[in-house]
């Protein structure tokens, strides 16, 4: 039975920092703020200070989904973009704990959606003299950056306010979880939201014309509140209106059409507009130091969110020069093995294991060593590993993982679960035990793992709406949905937050499961009304829609 999850290589990255207010070098300051897929954090480098965005997926989206796959080429996609004023800066991407993060500059204004309303002057002598210019230069703006977008061959393919970030008022285009190479004979994937998506998309792919249609339905919702009158209203809607016509013929052909006329609105207005553009070096104080002074490191960077967007044969030829021109970097060597295990190139991987062996002398990366030589089925050097490793640091819920992930790879599941068993009793940690559980359920051992889990979130609130969502996909995926429905429904006596939606989702799904479709649509449709951009609560309507049609 896979355990993927458990058992990723990556997994053994944890050991480096298994704190619950941390991923990897970074400490936790805000989030997760959560959207359709993804969530994200607001985190600081703790060697530098620096700010930044750390995105990546919900739980339910892990591992080996469709969306998964989605997130990976997002990542490819966002971070071939050059630096741009009005794009947010992915930085890097990596693993941790078996998921995929994106590391993003952190843009503190909030979202376009939030600033609707907020462009049009409270003075009235002061509106009636600017009217709609602000606006406008908001709108050149995220024109200017749809413009750089395209002339590198790719469609956004989700644009909305709420992907809009603001930085001093300046837009920055964000959220690449649809966009696509326009030129690619294999590029239809289902994504947009409802009430942005051309009428055309229900019978071709996404494009740039469906790219402007979506951007003058955004056009509309930010000149709404402005009266017909004032400075350059008349002509930015007719704009808009123009780039929302239903025949895609009718539309402007590039968004270097838009950004001149609305230049040409801008030329006249009697005051300039008061929106600053992003310029300037905006790498972090750890990029630049890296960048000059660690040019290996950042090297290797880059391999690593290459890797981490499924971009498998350019990390490979980063790592092997890396390696060539450095022998002695560990890490390098260790993330190389790693992938040359995955495409079963063993011999190579322990070569690369045994050079970065004699190199460290570091905990987390020994016990990552020994936990790919575990994974290349190299049993006897991972024991002895283990075993020189504790002679001098102890026993340790960090062995005992290793120690699991051994008996893993050996078949021996009984194995893996008294090692994590024993990890529990040495740390008693709820991520030790969150892991411990997923591990019985996946044996088929779920009494034990309900009994896990229903511990895990009567002891730890952190987990939120994780434990329950967890233990109804046990209760449907054992025919118990009537336990399901009442998880499901005690968690929405909580307080939650934005995460009544994902569990009205949750609850669509328990119906729809059952056959119960009305009950599901009215699930799902609750879920909506909570966030009009859940995708799953969209489709989730959609299905039920057609399973009732069916019947």
Same mark, same amino acid.
């Given at each position: 039975m896979a355990r993927a999850l458990l058992f990723a290589p990556s997994l053994i990255r944890l050991f480096n920092n298994q704190s619950m207010d941390r991923i990897g070098p970074y400490k936790i300051i805000a989030g997760p703020f959560a959207g359709g897929f993804g969530v994200v954090y607001k985190v600081f480098d703790t060697d530098s200070g620096d700010e930044f965005a750390l995105k990546t997926l919900k739980d339910s989206f892990l591992p080996g989904s469709a969306v998964l796959q989605a997130f990976r080429r997002e990542v490819a996609l966002w971070i071939q973009i050059p630096t741009y004023p009005n794009i947010v800066r992915a930085i890097k991407a990596f693993e941790h704990g078996g998921r995929p993060y994106v590391l993003m500059e952190w843009v503190s204004g909030g979202t376009l959606a939030q600033a609707l309303g907020t462009f049009r002057p409270k003075q009235p002598e002061l509106a009636a003299l600017v009217g709609a210019t602000d606006a406008i230069e908001v709108l050149r703006q995220i024109t200017d950056g749809m413009t750089h977008i395209h002339n590198l061959d790719l469609v956004h393919g989700d644009l909305k306010p709420s992907n809009i970030l603001l930085w001093q008022r300046s837009p920055q285009i964000s959220d690449f979880g649809f966009a696509r190479i326009a030129s690619s004979a294999d590029n239809r994937i289902a994504g947009g939201t409802r009430g942005y998506m051309a009428p055309e998309l229900a019978d071709t792919s996404p494009n740039e014309l469906t790219d402007i249609y979506a951007a003058g339905v955004m056009f509309r919702k930010v000149l709404t509140d402005f009266a017909a009158g004032e400075f350059g209203v008349e002509r930015a809607r007719k704009l808009a209106d123009r780039m929302c016509s239903a025949d895609p013929g009718d539309r402007p052909i590039a968004f270097s059409e838009i950004g001149a006329e609305l230049s040409d609105i801008l030329s006249t207005s009697p005051m300039p507009p008061a929106i600053p553009l992003h310029t300037g070096d905006r790498r972090s104080w750890s990029e630049k130091v890296i960048a000059? +002074? %660690?040019?290996?490191?950042?090297?290797?960077?880059? +391999? %690593?969110?290459?890797?981490?967007?499924?971009?498998?044969?350019?990390?490979?030829?980063?790592?092997?020069?890396i390696v060539a021109g450095n022998p002695k970097m560990v890490d390098a060597r260790i993330l190389l093995a790693e992938i040359l295990i995955h495409r079963n190139e063993t011999d190579s991987a322990i070569s690369h294991l045994l050079a970065a062996k004699l190199c460290t002398n570091d905990s987390g990366r020994i016990l990552n060593i020994a936990g790919l030589f575990a994974e290349a089925k190299q049993f006897a050097q991972a024991n002895q590993m283990l075993n020189d490793f504790e002679k001098t640091q102890g026993v340790s819920p960090r062995t005992w993982q290793v120690r699991a992930r051994i008996a893993d790879r050996r078949g021996d599941i009984s194995g893996a679960i008294d090692a994590y068993r024993e990890a529990v009793r040495c740390s008693g940690g709820s991520d030790l035990r969150y892991a411990l559980a997923s591990l019985l359920r996946e044996a088929g051992l779920i009494d034990q793992a309900v009994e896990e889990f229903t511990a895990i979130g009567r002891d730890d609130r952190d987990y939120g709406v994780k434990v329950p969502i967890m233990l109804a996909r046990i209760y449907v995926d054992t025919d118990r949905y009537d336990d399901a429905v009442d998880?499901?429904?005690?968690?929405?006596?909580?307080?939650?937050?934005?995460?009544?939606?994902?569990?009205?989702?949750?609850?669509?799904?328990?119906?729809?499961?059952?056959?119960?479709?009305e009950a599901a649509s009215k699930a799902y449709q609750s879920a909506l009304k909570l966030d009009s951009d859940s995708h799953a609560a969209q489709e989730g309507i959609k299905f039920c829609l057609e399973a009732l049609h069916r019947a």
């Open positions: 000059d +002074a %660690l040019p290996d490191r950042q090297r290797f960077n880059s +391999a %690593l969110t290459k890797y981490t967007a499924g971009l498998q044969e350019a990390a490979i030829e980063e790592l092997r020069a998880e499901l429904r005690a968690c929405l006596q909580r307080d939650i937050g934005d995460e009544r939606a994902y569990i009205y989702c949750e609850l669509g799904y328990c119906y729809k499961e059952q056959g119960l479709y």
